[in-house]
């Protein structure tokens, strides 16, 4: 196992006693990254015992956006915070039979803006797999959500995570 | 390391855990006013709980526990969150728990198996 940094080691070993084990042992990689481009994007992903988890940041128009991406095998969390690192609104989409169709619902904090729902509503288009959205961005900011978004799926493009074109087009 | 960038301002940690024989993923995130707790053994979030501790007066707190996506009907799932927000609250914490469970097995067992997980590992 990498381990390079005394940081490392002592997350690892947290990790490590806090674990409960019944007679399976496991491997664990710490991999902390920190990943600084020209645009100041901090890049951290955690491959601990499973879950992958992507957090990043970026700055808008002097407005820090937040990002965090968790992905499971039949499903995406994704959390975007603006300015602060309020959970927000609870959204959660997926795709609908019989056509490529997309449900989206408000789950928690709802309110009549639809900042949240059509994010989902992409999301779920793009990868194909139930999407639960959090988002704290606040309404009434078009030009904000229309960037985290762009940001959002630059990265997931990144991570592997959107489908190829040619399976998005049959049914 | 010394930098000009930011701390990430969302705390979180990941683990995974074997309970009755299914291999468990837990994941805890701490947010200004939530803290977020997903236990999977399916794949998926499953069902999502919402526990927020109410104002009152009296001494004695008083929890409003409501399932918010998934299962209704599971006793267990909001006993489970009950749980989690009462130790949130006694530990002094303010927020709230966004609690998601996508389990294969309802048991007690399973249930106490993923409370003691989640406090071992505890943000709060």
Redesign the interface.
């Known amino acids: 196992m990498a381990s390079g940094g005394s940081d490392v080691d002592a997350v690892s070993k947290a990790?490590n006693s806090?674990?409960?084990?019944?007679?399976?042992q496991?491997q664990q990689q710490l991999l902390q990254q920190?990943d600084?481009n020209h645009k100041?994007v901090?890049v951290?992903e955690?491959n601990?015992?499973?879950?992958e988890?992507t957090?990043?940041?970026d700055v808008f128009n002097d407005v820090?956006l937040?990002f965090?991406i968790?992905r499971?095998?039949?499903?995406i969390?994704v959390?975007i915070?603006c300015s602060?690192?309020?959970?927000g609104n609870?959204y959660?989409a997926a795709p609908t039979r019989p056509k490529d169709t997309v449900s989206v619902t408000s789950?928690?904090g709802g309110t009549s803006d639809n900042a949240g729902t059509g994010i989902a509503r992409r999301l779920v288009l793009k990868t194909g797999l139930?999407v639960?959205l959090?988002s704290n961005i606040p309404k009434n900011s078009p030009m904000l959500q229309a960037e985290a978004e762009k940001l959002l799926v630059q990265k997931l493009i990144h991570l592997g995570y959107t489908r190829q074109k040619a399976e998005l087009s049959s049914s | 390391m010394g930098s000009s960038v930011p701390r990430f301002p969302v705390t979180h940690k990941s683990l995974s855990l074997d309970i009755k024989g299914n291999k468990t993923d837990v994941v805890l995130c701490s947010y200004d006013d939530h803290f977020l707790v997903v236990a999977t053994q399916i794949g998926a979030m499953g069902t999502i709980l919402h526990a927020r501790k109410e104002e009152g007066v009296s001494i004695e707190p008083t929890f409003n526990v409501s399932s918010i996506f998934g299962k209704r009907d599971e006793p267990m799932l909001p006993a489970c969150a009950r749980k989690l927000i009462e130790h949130i609250s006694t530990s002094g914490s303010p927020k709230s728990l966004v609690l998601s469970l996508g389990l294969k097995d309802h048991s007690v067992e399973t249930l106490r198996g993923i409370v003691s997980a989640v406090i071992d590992n505890r943000l709060w």
């Open positions: 990790l806090a674990q409960i084990f019944a007679g399976k496991q920190p600084f100041g901090d951290e955690e601990g015992a499973g879950l988890i957090c990043f940041s820090p937040h965090q968790l499971l095998p039949k499903q969390y959390w915070g602060s690192a309020k959970l609870l959660a789950i928690l139930n639960i959090a």
